[in-house]
């Protein structure tokens, strides 16, 4: 049974297995997707990304189990952009009437986004934001 991945356990000293294993293991990797030196840091406030979801913009940079395609609402006048959903959330910014405002992830009755394209990064009230309209 050469050729395959080794054991996880080894119960004989008899069996000996290739430390290569071209079905399950690649020889190197190469491109994008390699490590080759240290992260680059980014601003954790105009990056759209969380433990469990990221832009889709940064997939292929970023390892998160989901990304999103951002939906872009506008926001009300005097919609509040806050670092955490509730009450209890530091106000992070004002947003304009009719400012773009990309939804990646909509929970209860907020929603978690990113200002315009490069902006800030938080969660606005969904009644202070209204949906794209959508063709008739």
């Given at each position: 049974?050469?050729?395959?991945?080794?054991?996880?356990?080894?119960?004989?000293?008899?069996?000996?297995?290739?430390?290569?294993?071209?079905?399950?293991?690649?020889?190197?990797?190469?491109?994008?997707?390699?490590?080759?030196?240290?992260?680059?840091?980014?601003?954790?406030?105009?990056?759209?990304?969380?433990?469990?979801?990221?832009?889709i913009k940064l997939a292929g940079r970023c390892f998160v189990p989901h990304?999103?395609?951002?939906?872009?609402?506008?926001?009300?006048?005097?919609?509040?952009?806050?670092?955490?959903?509730?009450?209890?959330?530091?106000?992070?910014?004002?947003?304009?009437?009719?400012?773009?405002?990309?939804?990646?992830?909509?929970?209860?009755?907020?929603?978690?986004?990113?200002?315009?394209?490069?902006?800030?990064?938080?969660?606005?009230?969904l009644a202070e934001i209204a949906a794209p309209q959508t063709g008739a």
């Amino acid at each position: 049974m050469t050729g395959i991945s080794a054991p996880i356990f080894r119960f004989t000293d008899g069996l000996h297995l290739t430390n290569h294993d071209s079905y399950t293991r690649p020889v190197s990797i190469d491109g994008m997707l390699a490590m080759t030196g240290p992260s680059v840091k980014a601003d954790p406030r105009y990056l759209p990304l969380r433990g469990d979801l990221a832009h889709i913009k940064l997939a292929g940079r970023c390892f998160v189990p989901h990304y999103a395609v951002p939906v872009p609402y506008s926001a009300h006048a005097g919609a509040r952009l806050v670092s955490a959903p509730g009450v209890d959330g530091e106000v992070l910014a004002e947003l304009a009437a009719g400012e773009v405002f990309n939804v990646l992830d909509i929970a209860g009755a907020w929603a978690w986004g990113q200002r315009g394209e490069e902006g800030l990064v938080g969660y606005v009230a969904l009644a202070e934001i209204a949906a794209p309209q959508t063709g008739a």
